[in-house]
């Protein structure tokens, strides 16, 4: 069987670093591996529109904003396939066969849909599109025969529905679908980071963000405004890490090496949270060795942007032949899912010739 991947993210406006730590920078390593056959990454605009129905034009300006982010950050469409959802009609169809095998309160469950119920305020009004994409969900992931789904850990409900419909699919149908496998960050720090305002989740709704494509200075400033220990008032207090965002970032992109190029009176980063815990370091001094490994990590990426921006035609380009590759890729998926179903009907001259023997007089 081969080795494939299904990933992406809903164009609700640039990606930040939560994507890139909690995806994203996985993608690139696992594209760049040479262990997966085929790498599908989908603009996810379908899903986007479940709660932005009433504004279209939002959704597409922000599809080449995340196509940016994508290549920017090392995505090759040599490598891997990126396409854009609502240009895959096939993927609609295969939704709307899928949601006859779950059941509303199947989804309620669900703590992520929960979770994203209330942060859009829609317990009393709930779109049924949004209500749905779930399924949607999972009709992507099978579409392209998904072994692996790289995702952060809000997602794991998610896939974990996916593979309750494959299983109820085959067992009605026969062998058809392929069960994926969730693949999370390894890294435990990026498995959900927090908004520099510590709340739980960073989020673009919250305006608690870095993005990618951050200038030098709008990252410092976010950096600065990071939530710390609000007990470490002086640098001699003794500080907490739990809940101190610029700590959190630090385990999630620091490495060893930049903590020696940048604070070589530490000989790791544990060493540095130990002084700080004791007291007598500052949060600037933290912030500041922060704010050098995250312009580590974005500059090359805003070196490839401005690239990309100088050829939009040619990203559009990039995302129609992606596009018709996904799109050969999931028909051939939904020819099986009907031959499954058995509503193939103008593909099965065994059919026709029996109902024409049946009536035949």
């Known amino acids: 069987m081969e080795k494939i991947i299904l990933t992406g993210d809903r164009p609700t406006g640039k990606l930040h670093l939560g994507h890139y730590v909690g995806s994203l920078k996985r993608r690139v390593e696992l594209q760049n591996s040479g262990l997966y056959d085929k790498i599908f990454v989908m603009i996810?605009?379908?899903q986007a529109l479940t709660d932005n129905a009433d504004n279209p034009e939002k959704v597409r300006q922000n599809v080449i904003e995340v196509a940016l982010d994508y290549l920017s950050a090392g995505l090759d469409p040599e490598k891997t396939t990126i396409f854009i959802q609502s240009q895959v009609p096939e993927l609609a169809e295969l939704?709307?066969?899928?949601?006859?095998?779950?059941?509303?309160?199947?989804?309620?469950?669900?703590?992520?849909?929960?979770?994203?119920?209330?942060?859009?305020?829609?317990?009393?009004?709930?779109?049924?599109g949004f209500f749905c994409y779930p399924v949607s969900q999972a009709s992507d992931i099978t579409a392209f025969n998904a072994t692996t789904v790289p995702v952060?850990?809000?997602?794991?409900?998610?896939?974990?529905?996916?593979?309750?419909?494959?299983?109820?699919?085959?067992?009605?149908?026969?062998?058809?679908?392929?069960?994926?496998?969730?693949?999370?960050?390894?890294?435990?720090?990026?498995?959900?980071?927090?908004g520099i305002d510590g709340k739980a989740k960073m989020s673009k709704s919250l305006g608690n963000c870095i993005y990618l494509s951050d200038t030098p200075k709008q990252v410092k400033k976010g950096v600065n405004s990071m939530y710390t220990d609000p007990l470490h008032l002086n640098i001699e207090d003794p500080g907490h890490l739990e809940g101190n965002c610029p700590f959190i970032y630090l385990d999630a992109f620091c490495t060893p090496e930049q903590v020696k190029r940048y604070a070589p009176q530490y000989e790791s980063l544990d060493e540095m949270k130990a002084h700080y815990v004791r007291g007598g370091l500052g949060d600037g001094t933290v912030k500041k060795l922060l704010t050098q490994v995250l312009e580590e990590t974005l500059a090359p990426m805003r070196e490839r942007r401005a690239i990309y921006e100088q050829d939009i035609p040619g990203v559009y380009e990039i995302l129609r032949k992606g596009s018709e590759t996904a799109r050969a890729a999931a028909a051939q998926t939904l020819d099986r899912v009907r031959k499954a179903m058995k509503i193939n009907y103008f593909d099965d001259p065994a059919l026709i010739k029996e109902q024409a023997a049946r009536y035949k007089k």
């Open 95 to 128: 939704a709307f066969y899928y949601m006859n095998l779950v059941t509303v309160s199947r989804v309620q469950r669900n703590p992520t849909v929960k979770t994203e119920i209330k942060m859009r305020n829609f317990e009393q009004s709930i779109p049924v």
């Open 44 to 46: 996810a605009d379908a």
């Open 152 to 194: 952060g850990e809000d997602q794991a409900p998610m896939i974990e529905l996916t593979r309750e419909i494959v299983d109820r699919f085959n067992m009605i149908y026969g062998e058809t679908l392929v069960k994926p496998e969730i693949l999370l960050p390894d890294n435990a720090a990026c498995l959900r980071l927090p």
